[in-house]
């Protein structure tokens, strides 16, 4: 059982191809444009540690949608410390929530750490399932996930059309040409424009205030140009 308080332009325009799973709106759909996911107002904002000021506007919309349609969760029922560090496994529950992915009866990819009782194993075998990470020995449930790691994880897991070069005026780009793809595809996308104008910092620890504003934002751009172009 998960231990959480809270389950209840200018751009390149997004192509997202499901191929093993579908969001709930998708069988309504082969290729035309999304309804929205996220509703236009929250319904409740439980989180007294983000509030609705110049600084924190999009946070706060942001956390307060996708913990009312149950993709995030708080650290207590009052708190949701956007500041503190994002742990891989709850990365893993916020994506697979996020994607709607099938969390029950799927294939376990055999983390050593992530036996079936985990509180996240579903999420985590979840992803496995669909190709967003890979099976292996752990998984490091408890551990910081990276800036470059979830740049892969949100470009594989939307399906997002990865970018072919490498244009921001980034200066700390990794040594890894796919991780850079991963990357640039996110700005290109608009949902990243890095730490400063020059840096990505993508060995600096994921926050769970960050990854709640990469989901939100791509979750916002199907009122615009999100399109479903198949499903299976």
């Not at 149950?70 to 708190?79: A, D, K, L, Y």
């Not at 991963?182 to 990854?211: C, K, W």
Request: proline share 4%; charged share 15%; glycine share 6%.
């Amino acid at each position: 059982m998960v231990n959480i308080y809270s389950i209840t332009k200018g751009q390149r325009s997004m192509k997202i191809k499901h191929t093993k799973y579908a969001w709930a709106f998708a069988t309504a759909l082969a290729v035309a444009p999304c309804v929205a996911v996220i509703p236009t107002e929250a319904a409740s904002m439980p989180f007294v540690d983000i509030t609705n000021n110049n600084s924190e506007t999009e946070l706060y919309h942001a956390v307060s949608e996708l913990y009312n349609k149950g993709i995030v969760f708080g650290t207590t029922p009052s708190t949701f410390s956007p500041y503190q560090q994002l742990t891989r496994g709850e990365a893993a529950y916020f994506l697979a929530q996020a994607l709607q992915l099938q969390t029950n009866n799927v294939d376990n990819p055999g983390f050593s750490d992530v036996p079936t009782s985990h509180q996240y194993y579903g999420y985590i075998a979840a992803l496995a399932a669909n190709g967003i990470i890979q099976k292996g020995n752990q998984f490091n449930p408890d551990a910081s996930i990276k800036r470059s790691q979830m740049a892969k994880m949100l470009t594989l897991g939307f399906h997002l059309q990865q970018a072919t070069s490498l244009t921001a005026p980034f200066t700390d780009f990794t040594k890894d040409v796919e991780t850079n793809r991963y990357i640039q595809t996110l700005v290109d996308y608009g949902i990243t424009q890095g730490t400063s104008a020059t840096t990505f910092s993508p060995y600096t620890d994921v926050r769970r205030g960050q990854m709640a504003l990469f989901l939100y934002r791509i979750l916002q751009k199907n009122n615009n140009d999100l399109y479903i172009i198949g499903v299976e």
